[in-house]
């Protein structure tokens, strides 16, 4: 059949000469521009003016409409996107832009799949930085961040991005930390929190206490840098260590989805293995007197069974512990060298006394776990426990003596019942006391005395600081006035309030559930609101919080669980760890940071120092204020406009990879933005003729028909995956510009009458809208101005935002990707609204269609060995056959090397 047509162009309307609003078409306001100039730096920012406040920003017309269609119709799709709330340094950086960019991104991404999306943003307010900018300029650490904040809270707004801003808090308000402070509180109630004696990490910089994860391999502090050093104080500590085997197990279940594969590597090292099981004993300074317990403190006591507690004789301490090292605390030193020391502590199976030995420093003795301070008198496999029991044969040198000891042990009348958990051989627990003002009060009292430490009625909450930064101060919310601390053991009315204040990961440790419920006054939140958001679906930030933050956040989250706060014990499912943004360092030969105006290009284009003509060493490292090779993301916003901006720090590179800015495919990603401004300008200009006569081949018109339809749902299924499974947004940005590259190839005399054009030109804006939404939204005015096929597909009466995402076509056929002894070895083609709905049985029948599959293994002995399906993507059947085939596939191999095949029509092969 042969059809006939004839195009001409008519003139072109005025209602694109200037930049139009979105119901008027009037756009007086703004600089003119009209979709036949070339898209330069002043048309795209006339474009984000005219947009502005309808796609960014706090009011924007796109998010106010999206929550009134979520008041109207409720959708039980809910989508959490959260990005690690950022520290109110001063200003952001490109990493912050890099990260909260791709947090928008899906946000818009889940909004137009029809899900209600929580997207919130805050600040994580305390800290040393504040506390020190305050001493150093004469301000309040108050005053310096509430500016701070501001001022950054302006620059996201200037990126664009779509925050709930009503969710908005700080961690220094008394309204956040007041439920810090009573978590603690809670911890404590149940026996998780505890004050005792202990050597600590010390940085002598930043005068404060540190975690032992905050101390690195070289013994230097995370973040000022400095030697560290040993002192021996009295610290609060929460007792993370009772979570740990169930910690450790959570990272190998199906709770922890996409992202999390090398996190999981790093919490496990970091947890170590679980072998064994501990409880914490009370030290006694006489074996008989049970009054003489020295008040709040224990040695935490490790066994490898509860049944070796009923005999025990005495215990090992750690030689690094601090009773060890003090002359004052050995009862005998024996001849061999092993040390009786005065303390015992009592057997938590018996109640009987243990004696406690220990060796001096050049006598060895059995090892002790890293995470305990003492462990029992057994001989240990060396199968099972390694190098834990190494030193097994140094226990006679105590049992050499133990006769002295035993006097101490008796007739056990009964066997008392104890807490006891799993143990690691590493995991320390968590050490959440700072010397420092700025931080979160800890909210208890310490009796002059009799020393005993005790938490503030949570009545009483929050205890606010006072403005002199020696010590806060316990006063009363309601009248400001400060109230009698009476210690609840003696009754004494002699107490000081706790002058350490909280590690601030324990205020990041809960503040995604806060978001779910920020306004709430009389709890911390309500389970009923928090519950069916959680778990957060997508958490983004830095891969350097790989091991702390999320450490403490996922034992937090384990811990309300354990109360029935929250339904899930993982706090998070989908993560997405961003690599950090690296920008180009001089340096000089005497490892001099230099700034780029300090270096010249000398004749032979080499790099010098100014000064002194000595060669410069270029480097790309991350950003950083001392090595002056930071970038200002407002000279960034003014050099590419807003949208291009976006579009290049979500390019190129995956977000797990650390990029370099600038980039050298820069360029490419302009000119991809120049092309699709281009093709919808041509569309416009096809669409704007009048049917002449024109002579068509109809076979040829279907089969471009065709063409244009497999580039659609080709590049869309990429597109849709990796907005949705995996937020690697640089490949679905790649897959843009593969339906971009497809559209090209079509001439301008198919593209007036063609369904699949115009539906897969819609499809590109749409999927362009959550990486630049101005841009995009100006394209779509464009194209529903005159787009006349798809009305059907597309809602050509409103704005993009208001577009659902497209999805691939019922009839475009998926992959099922068979593998035969973990080898890939056929793809079969099935349509789309069959393959969303087969299991891992019906896989099997399609997998035995191929021949290639049927040569190598026998449909009767094959086994499932799992079956994914990733629905509008592709399913991937792994098959064993029990026969053991697996020599016949080698030798198949041999023979002719298998090649997949995988379908591809003229168009799709050149992406």
Known sequence: MKLFRYFIRLPRSNVYRVACDTTSRNCSKWKPFSLEDELNLDVKKSIESKWGNRVYGVNSIAM???????????????????????????????????????????????????QKVVHPIGWDAFGLPAENAARDNGIEPEKWTRENIQYMKEQILRMGCNFDWEREFATCDPTYYKWTQWLFSKLWELGLAYKKKAYVFWDPIDKTVLAEEQVDSDMRSWRSGAKVEKRLLNQW?????????????????????????????????????????????????????SKSCRDEEFLRLWF????????????????????????????????????????????PITGLPIPVFSGSNDILLPLVPESSDCRMDEVLSEEEYGELAGQESYLSKILSVLPTAKKYQGVVDEIKEFKYFHSSLKLRDWLVSRQRHWGTPIPAIVCVDCGHSSMIPVTSLPIKHTKAPEYPVCYNKKDSVLFLCTCPKCGSSNT???????????????????????????????????????????????????TLHLYYARFMSHFLHSLGMIPEKEPFKTLVPVGVVMGETFVSKTGKYLRRDEIV?????????????????????????????????????????????????????????????????SEAFLKFQNKV???????????????????????SWQKIEEDIFDVRNYHLKGVTHNMEVTSQISVAITKLQGITTGLRKITKEHQKDSLQFERTLGTLLIGLYPIMPAFSAQLWQYFRDVANLTRSEFDLDKEIWCQQWPKVDQNYKLDLIVHVFSEEVDIVKIDRQMLDSIDGTIALEFAFESEKVAKLISRES??????????????????????????????????????????????????
């Open 304 to 347: 490898s069974s509860p049944d070796i507690l009923q005999n025990g004789n005495f215990v090992i301490l750690q030689p690094g512990h601090y009773l060890n090292q003090s002359e004052e605390n050995n009862l005998h030193i024996f001849d061999n060298g092993v040390k009786q020391l005065k303390v015992f502590i009592r057997n």
């Open 64 to 114: 106010l409409e999206q929550q009134r269609k979520d008041e109207l119709e409720p959708s039980n799709k809910k989508s959490y996107v959260l990005s690690m709330f950022p520290y109110p340094s001063g200003k952001l950086h490109l990493g912050h832009v890099r990260i909260y960019t791709l947090s928008d991104v899906l946000a818009r991404y889940h909004r137009l799949n029809g």
């Open 862 to 911: 094959t086994k499932i060995v799992s079956f994914t399906l990733q629905p509008g993507f592709r399913a991937i059947l792994h098959l064993v056959d029990l026969n053991n085939n697996f020599s016949k596939m080698k030798k198949s191999k041999k023979k002719s090397k298998v090649k997949v095949e995988k379908k591809s029509d003229s168009i799709s092969q050149n992406q």
């Open 601 to 665: 290009e000398n004749e032979l284009g080499k790099l010098i120092e100014k000064d002194t003509g000595t060669p410069v060493t270029v480097k790309w490292e991350k950003m950083s204020k001392s090595k002056h090779n930071g970038i200002d993301p407002d000279s960034v916003l003014q050099d590419y406009g807003l949208d291009s901006m976006r579009l290049l720090s979500m390019a190129d590179i995956a977000p797990q990879s650390n990029r370099k800015w600038p980039s050298q495919s």
């Open 677 to 699: 401004w281009h093709t919808v300008q041509d569309f416009v200009a096809v669409k704007e003729t009048e049917n002449i006569v024109r002579y068509v081949d109809e076979d």
């Open 237 to 289: 500590f929460i007792r993370t260590a009772v979570f740990a085997k169930e910690l450790s197990e959570c990272l190998t279940t199906n709770a922890l989805r996409q992202g999390w594969r090398d996190i999981v590597d790093v919490q496990k090292h970091w947890i170590g293995p679980i072998k064994g099981y501990f409880t914490d004993c009370p030290i006694l300074i006489s074996g008989v007197d």
């Open 496 to 546: 000081n309030p706790e002058t350490d204040t909280l590690d601030t990961f324990f205020d990041s440790s809960w503040y995604f559930l806060r978001y779910l419920d920020p306004q709430n006054e009389k709890e911390i939140f309500n389970p009923e609101k928090v519950s069916p958001w959680l778990p957060v679906q997508t958490y983004i930030g830095g891969k350097e919080h790989a």
